[in-house]
């Protein structure tokens, strides 16, 4: 049976079209952007997600640049928007800004926390 393949949005790889996960840059979302919030589909330059009314763009923490929050990285700067949750047994990455897990729907409370450290990494 042939497979068919459609390139990552982020990247350019041919990756297969169920895939979950790009193999070659790791995104989340290799065919398309999701708002962090709800997971809805998302559009680069919405002002606001369809789902849930979230604003499309977001300052990042480390720049304070404007970037799209639909992004695993900033646009400006590259450093990544992604925090893991608190829970020992989900780990799931989740957006800075997010209050609750999208994965587990515990409570992601040292979100401050994890940015100071990546930070410091990044400088």
């Given at each position: ?48 997600c369809p789902g849930c009314g979230r604003p499309g763009v ?66």
């Open positions: 049976m042939a497979t068919y393949k459609q390139p990552c949005i982020h990247c350019g790889e041919m990756v297969e079209r169920d895939a979950h996960f790009c193999p070659a840059c790791y995104s989340r979302s290799p065919f398309g952007y999701h708002c962090p919030n709800c997971l809805k589909p998302m559009k680069r330059g919405n002002a606001v977001t300052n990042c923490p480390y720049c304070d640049r404007l970037t799209f929050a639909g992004n695993e990285n900033c646009d400006s700067c590259g450093m990544p928007l992604l925090i893991s949750c608190e829970n020992k047994r989900c780990q799931e990455p989740q957006f800075f800004e997010n209050q609750r897990c999208t994965a587990c729907g515990k409570p992601v409370k040292k979100a401050a926390k994890q940015i100071e450290a990546l930070r410091k990494r990044g400088r």
